[in-house]
């Protein structure tokens, strides 16, 4: 199961190689070359090197710029003035160095520009001790360095502005940071826009106190502005620095910010204390949300211990992004992570003399530590290699996911299963679950644990799982996709009455349906929806089957479950929205039987889509119901009247029904196919409808149509109206569509009983016998009572025994006539027996072209001659197999006959040999005729053989290649 949702291992880890590589690497600057005079002070700006070099006079000393890309291309630039170097100060980007120093009591500011060969006094800032400077990195430039701001041993804060050409300056005295008769210096400053606000924070530090100053930036944009504006208000009292006091004073001690690469804003403020290291994340959540103080939101890094266990102080330090840098006496290096405060550096100059200081390059990112000899440079190789972990253990997630890269799969699993496991342990469990989804971890183990505390969440579990499947993992697809339905469906089983009333339910089905109409579970859905349907219909719910089927465009099961569901109307409208005539077939009894004018309008919507004889057994089901009897009748009369239906079943079933609700139009129906060139219903079973509904003269039409003249006869005598008439018109209709007169006469005979003996009136029956040609006196008198007088019909008997006369003499006349004819039949057969043929000499078989008297011959009228042998051989290629059987045994015997006869002795004859002879002369005429009779009826090339072989080939098959080859 691991294997099958990605349990297990997902990676190589390349962090454990890294782990051989130290975090800072240390590489010495010129190795082979040594300072004229040992090195005082040393920055590095944009890999830019500035540094002094002092001997023990004035005049032993001097200033160098060299660029570190060309080492070998260094500038030296002379100090003319007397003054005691106390401070090397340089603008992070390289474009502005300050040389502070003192000569007796006087201070003085010397400014040297990027592209400048000598250092200038600025007098603006003559007797003013500066301690630090915060440079400018918002507006600073090549030719002037923005307003900055300085800091002086006095505790006074003043912005200055220099010119980059003549380093002319604009000096305004903004804020003393000392408020009592103790005078502090200024021991650092620096200035920032903080993240996502408008706001200009300055960071300033005495030896035990930092402070926070914030104000708003001018609307002109103008730093000068807002220096003034921001000042003012802490000045005149409106407003109060931040500001903490730490134990013990620290005289060198020194205030750095971090930037990012490309950052505007630093992350991170380091100072370097009398109790430690004191940094402030400036990106943690809690510093964004109350940039006014972010110095209550410090931490402290202890000093390194000696020996004794007493913290020692560092001579200077350096910051990272996640590390602080310190420089220790005697000459050690010592690297602290600034989030767990382990040591990752540790090393001991040795060989270089005493150790003075360090420093940064802000904009490359190296650090470089520095005695009287030597030039060290540092650089950190990916030293958040490992800080993600660290985040883990702080239980600071989103920061560990942040550093771990997306290039370590291992690592993300590793973060994601603590963060999973941490939401898991806190009752988070559907966030849990979403975190459990995209990691590793065997998915029996999530599963189980869900199972046990919240099968929300493991739904949540599954769903995620399910999104980060591909298409092509068919199997967990299918598993998860049943799991998750049946999750649902057990969710909306156990809801309680309270939350159907609050709605839950309704939520929890439009959630199952969001998740059907899930694009990549279709074709699950698809290859497997008879499972689908089964578990969704074993829960009943049927709006789900209904998105189901709606997904899958199974319309088929749509109508089926709208049907079992009752919804007839609706399933007429799905019928009509997606037309599919096994459907209208299918459920045309239940839909006929529920709503049969919504389904007949249906389906005469669908006009020649259907055949109207599919729905035949739903209409004969349900016949018995008068309004589902007469929607049929529409819908039939449709299919006739409109789409020209001539299914014998349609018409059936139309005269069944008219015969049934409308026995009214039941005639005109028979009679108006009549008068067509052909009837599409069944007589017979027209018949048979019509004499059960008891429709007599519907079925004496049928009678008629079907020529049985005597059953309509017969029929119409037992009308109550009109029975004469209508007698008498179906006998009329018989005399001209019947030949057989003893037919007719019949039929007049049943109307002539009916007039004698129904209605007993002598005289109209004397009347009907005048006017009818296929009845005499004869024919009637047995229909009249015993005792009646001859006077009515005397003369009628009369004109009857005179055409008995007649017809005796015609049949003497026709006798004769056959006499006659057999006679001379009897001479002409007598001519055929003395018949011949004359073949002459040289006349050939049609078969074998050779001379046909050689041997036994048969010689036709047509004048073809065949041998005997060669007839009989050709013959018997057109006869069936058993006429060939036959024909060959004729041969046999009249073979084994003749042999026989050739067997017997010549003077072996006797009346008993005589007899014996006689008989097998008799059987051997027999025989042959037989055989004449089957090879010798008609000619082979003039007779029914030759007509039957018209569609034969000339050449035969098997010869066809060897006979067109020879033509080659």
Known sequence: MADLFGGGAIGFDDSLTQQDTPIFTKRRLNPDATPQYPIS???????????????????????????????????????KFQDKIKKLLVDPTGCHVLLCTKLAQTYNTYHLSKMGKKFRVVSKLKDIPVQCVGFNRMSGSEANTGAILVGSQKGDVYMVEISGQDSSATVRHLISINTSSEVEPVMGVEFFMQTSTNNVCVIMTSPSKIFQYNGEMASS???????????????????RPAQFEFPGEKTDCELHLFYAPQATSPSLIAWLAGPGVITVDLMSKDVLKSPDNVLKYYERIPYLADSSSEQRSPLSMVCTQFHVVQLYDPNKVIAICLLDQTIVLEEIFSGCGPVIGMCKDEMRGTQYVYSGSSIFKYSSVREDRNIWRIYLEKEQFDLAEKFAGTDNPNRLNEILLRKAEYKFSKGRYEESADFFAKTAAAFEDVALKFIEVDKSALKKYLLSKLEGLKKSDRAQITMLVMWIIHLFLTEINQADEEAILQGVVDEIREELREFLKMPKIKDCLDANRAVVYDLLGSHGDRESLIVVGELLEDFAFIVQVLVENGQYNAALDKLMAHPKPGLFYKYSSVLMQNNPVKTVESWKKQQTALMPRRFIPAIVQLEHDTKIGLQAISYLEFCIKELRNVEPPIHNCLLTLYAMYQPDKLRDFLETQTLGLRVYYDEEYALRICLKHNHVLPSIHLYKRMKLYEEAVNLALRLENNALSEAQQIARHAESECEDVAVIKQLWLHIAKYVVQQRQDVRAAMHFLHDNQYLNIEHILPFFPDFLTINEFKGAILDSLAKYNEDIEQLKSEMQFATDSAAGIRATIREIRNKYTVVSSNEKCAICNYPVLVRAFYSFPCHHSFHYDCLVEKVKQELSPAQAQRLSEIERLLSLEMQQQRAKPPDAESLTSQTTSSNAMSKESGLREDLDNMVASECLYCGEFMIKSIDRPFIPPDILHDELSSWM
């Open 41 to 79: 002070h040393l920055k590095v700006a944009n890999n830019m090197l500035y540094y002094v070099m002092s001997g023990k006079t004035p005049n032993e000393r001097g200033f160098y710029r060299e660029n570190l890309d060309r080492m070998d291309q260094r500038e030296n630039l002379d100090l």
């Open 221 to 239: 944009g103008s730093l000068n502005e807002t220096f003034i504006n921001m000042f003012k208000q802490y000045s005149d009292g409106l407003q």
